[in-house]
């Protein structure tokens, strides 16, 4: 009885060889491909920012470099929509002088965030941009914003999102 279930698996070995064996790959020597990739890869970070479009605050999430600070992601704010966020109808009420930026920890779940203009004269949508925005940048719970700017402030404001 052995040499009955010996026999078929002994030519199905040989058929998986004979196929193997003729598949007519062919030995080869080393094939150089050039010099390897060197150097640092800038990393990218997720950064989500508060866009404008018909009027409300809309998220949009971009890869960006330069690391995942709320200072980053407001200067990226202030440069406006992509275009192809521009192509969606997203827009933004921050303005590039506006920046550069600073945001500051005053206590816990209270940040600060410095900007180059009267914050008095940023729109009530600039501000809940800037809100928004540092609040995603910043890891943890919510927090309460405060925008200072030429001795005006506005806040502590939280991301109504």
Do not use: H
């Amino acid at each position: 009885m052995r040499a009955r279930l010996a026999r078929p698996a002994l030519v199905a070995g040989l058929v998986a060889l004979v196929g193997v064996a003729g598949c007519g790959v062919q030995p080869s020597g080393a094939v150089s491909a050039g010099v390897p990739p060197s150097g640092l890869v800038a990393p990218t970070w997720k950064i989500t920012l508060y866009l404008v479009k018909d009027g409300r605050l809309s998220t949009v999430t971009r890869r960006a470099a330069g690391g995942p600070s709320p200072a980053n992601a407001l200067m990226l704010l202030a440069a406006g929509p992509t275009p192809s966020e521009q192509a969606q109808g997203l827009t933004t009420d921050v303005s590039r002088d506006a920046g550069p930026f600073s945001v500051s920890t005053q206590r816990v779940g209270r940040l600060s965030v410095t900007v180059s203009t009267p914050a008095g004269e940023l729109s009530a949508l600039a501000v809940e941009q800037i809100v928004c925005t540092v609040d995603a940048a910043t890891p943890g719970r919510s927090a309460q914003v405060t925008v200072v700017g030429a001795g005006q402030s506005v806040g502590p404001r939280t991301c109504s999102r």
